[in-house]
C-alpha cells in the first residue's frame, strides 16, 4: 500500500483521533487537525506525539479550527509546506445537539451548520487546490445514517446539518471527477458509546421553551429517545470501526473505492434508502450524459 499524506479535521477525540491512530499505524503520514491546540486540547497534542514517539509512525497534530477561513487556510498551507503534498482529505469535524427543535435559536442552527457544513467548505477551498494540480486525491466525508434512517426526535439540528453536509458531498463528487479526485463517503451509525459525541452535544438556548416540552406532552421523551438508541445498540458495537471501514477504503485501488460505506451496527435502515437514493442519483447521470462523472478519471 502507498504511503499517503492525510489530514484529518476534528481529530483530538472521537472517530478523528480514533481514525488518525489507525492510519498513522497503517503507514500513512497523518495530520490531526485540531483547534486550540495551545490551550484546551493541548492534551490531545501531547497525545498525539506520545502515541507517534511511542509507536513509530508520522502522526502529527496541526492547528485547523474548522470555523475560521485563516486557520484552516494557514493549517493546510503548513502541512503542503513541509511534505510537499496532500493526498486524503477527511471530513470528519461535527458537532452534535439535544433537545426540542423549536427550543433551538437560529443563531445555534447557523452555529450547528457552521461546524457540520461550512467547515467542510473551507477546508475544501483550501486543499482541493493542491490536490487538482497533481490530478488525483481522495475526499473522505463521515456523514451519518441520520441522513436516511431513522430519526428520533430532539435531534433536528443535528439531523438537519449531517443532511445538508451529505448533500455537498454528493455534489462534490461530480464535480471533482474529472480532476482525478475521487470520494468516498463513510455513514456511521449512533454510537452511543465509545465517543464522547452524545456526552458533549448542546442543549437548547431557549430553556424556558425546552422546559414547555419537557415537562408538559412530551416529558420523558428525552430519556426514552436515548435509551431506545442505546438498546438498539449491540453490545459488541464498536466506535473503531469507523475507523478500521475508514483505513480499509483509503487502501483500496484508486477508482475502485465504494461510493458510500455504511458503519451502523444498529441498522437503522439508511443503508436501504441511501443505497435508492444513489442508484437515482447514477441513472440521472445516465440519463443527461455525463455517466462518465460517476467515476473519478485517472489523470
Do not use: C
Not at 438498546?231 to 478500521?244: I, K, M
Amino acid at each position: 500500500m502507498d504511503k499517503q499524506v492525510i489530514v484529518i479535521t476534528g481529530a483530538s477525540s472521537g472517530f478523528g483521533a480514533l481514525t488518525a491512530r489507525t492510519l498513522a499505524g497503517e503507514g500513512h503520514v497523518v495530520y490531526a487537525g485540531i483547534r486550540d491546540t495551545a490551550g484546551r486540547n493541548a492534551k490531545a497534542v501531547a497525545d498525539i506525539a506520545a502515541f507517534s514517539r511511542e509507536n513509530n509512525v508520522d502522526l502529527r497534530s496541526v492547528e485547523l479550527d474548522v470555523v475560521s477561513n485563516a486557520s484552516v487556510e494557514a493549517g493546510i498551507a503548513k502541512l503542503v509546506a513541509e511534505v510537499g503534498q496532500l493526498d486524503v482529505v477527511i471530513h470528519n469535524a461535527g458537532h452534535m445537539s439535544f433537545g426540542p427543535a423549536e427550543a433551538f435559536t437560529p443563531e445555534q442552527y447557523a452555529d450547528l451548520f457552521d461546524i457540520n457544513v461550512l467547515s467542510t467548505q473551507r477546508v475544501n477551498r483550501a486543499a482541493l487546490p493542491h490536490m487538482r494540480k497533481r490530478g488525483k486525491g481522495l475526499v473522505v466525508w463521515v456523514s451519518s445514517s441520520s441522513t436516511r434512517g431513522g430519526t428520533p426526535p430532539y435531534l433536528a439540528p443535528y439531523f438537519a446539518a449531517k443532511a445538508a453536509m451529505d448533500s455537498v458531498a454528493v455534489s462534490y463528487a461530480s464535480e471533482l471527477a474529472r480532476w482525478g479526485i475521487e470520494t468516498a463517503i463513510i455513514v456511521p451509525g449512533a454510537f452511543t458509546r465509545g465517543t464522547n459525541h452524545f456526552a458533549h452535544s448542546g442543549s437548547p438556548a431557549d430553556a424556558a421553551r425546552a422546559a414547555e416540552y419537557n415537562d408538559g406532552p412530551y416529558r420523558g421523551v428525552p430519556e426514552q429517545a436515548l435509551q431506545g438508541l442505546a438498546a438498539l445498540e449491540p453490545a459488541d458495537a464498536d466506535a473503531g470501526s469507523v475507523a478500521t471501514s475508514i483505513a480499509q477504503v483509503i487502501a483500496m485501488p484508486f477508482g475502485k473505492r465504494p461510493f458510500r460505506t455504511h458503519v451502523d451496527p444498529s441498522e437503522d435502515g439508511a443503508e436501504v434508502v441511501n443505497g435508492v437514493a444513489d442508484r437515482v442519483r447514477a441513472e440521472m447521470f445516465r440519463r443527461i450524459g455525463l455517466e462518465d462523472l460517476l467515476k473519478p478519471v485517472v489523470r
